[in-house]
């Protein structure tokens, strides 16, 4: 039923048969499919798959998962990283991503960000007019799913905001100070640091209340140019 499958669809035409990219809009993960297909500049079909549906995941990969690429007449696979390689090296002329770096320094970043972001992104994914989230089914999914994975509800995550936006302004200060540039994170150009960072911090876009580094703010909007990946600024409520 149309509940139990894709709840929206954008498409992009040029051609009879296009590579289709199942995703949520709200997934990092995904971000990283979408960037690569709009640095190379692919026409694709970009299937937003409703949060509750399981069995359309399942039935092309074998798992709950996203995002899927599907390339025409060919069998359907997972992993975002995958997939920005498999785009890479095979459509759209020769590869433009560097290596990643390694950097010792963005791992510790990582690292120490990854529960905050956790914290302050999945409310505000919920609260979100998001595509995955059309139906009331797919957004009480989402939030059974997420307050088990935090370990709090989201209303007692939402009341930590101010901690919480505060610890996060300090992050992003020192990640603004690796960057190279505003238009890439080594000074090498583009790289699967890149993928892997414009990601996470386009989720950032949905907080109210941060105070972005402008060398941050800048690539971020660079990047969503270059890639035709929408930010989420217009949807920011809380």
């Known amino acids: 039923t149309a509940a139990?499958?894709?709840?929206?669809?954008?498409?992009?035409?040029?051609?009879?048969?296009?590579?289709?990219?199942?995703?949520?809009?709200?997934?990092?993960?995904?971000?990283?499919?979408?960037?690569?297909?709009g640095l190379k500049k692919i026409d694709h079909e970009l299937i937003f798959l409703a949060n509750h549906d399981e069995a359309t995941p399942i039935g092309l990969v074998g798992s709950k998962q996203v995002p899927i690429l599907q390339p025409p007449g060919e069998k359907a696979f997972p992993e975002s990283m995958d997939i920005v390689r498999y785009v890479d090296a095979h459509w759209g002329g020769p590869p433009v991503l560097h290596d990643a770096s390694g950097r010792d320094d963005l791992a510790q970043w990582l690292k120490d960000s990854a529960k905050i972001m956790q914290l302050i992104t999945h409310p505000r994914s919920h609260a979100a007019p998001l595509a995955e989230f059309a139906l009331a089914r797919s957004r009480d999914y989402y939030r059974h799913k997420k307050e088990a994975h935090i370990g709090m509800s989201f209303q007692d995550a939402l009341a930590?905001?101010?901690?919480?936006?505060?610890?996060?302004?300090v992050l992003l200060d020192r990640l603004a100070y690796l960057f190279h540039s505003n238009r890439s994170f080594n000074p090498e150009g583009l790289s699967y640091d890149d993928i892997d960072l414009f990601g996470r911090l386009r989720g950032l876009t949905l907080v109210k209340g941060l105070k972005w580094p402008p060398k941050l703010r800048q690539y971020v909007d660079h990047m969503s140019v270059i890639c035709d990946v929408p930010l989420l600024d217009a949807m920011a409520q809380l």
């Open 160 to 169: 930590r905001s101010p901690q919480l936006v505060a610890e996060l302004n």
């Open 4 to 37: 139990d499958g894709a709840v929206a669809t954008a498409v992009a035409v040029s051609g009879p048969v296009l590579p289709k990219l199942y995703i949520y809009d709200h997934c990092p993960f995904c971000a990283r499919a979408r960037m690569i297909l």
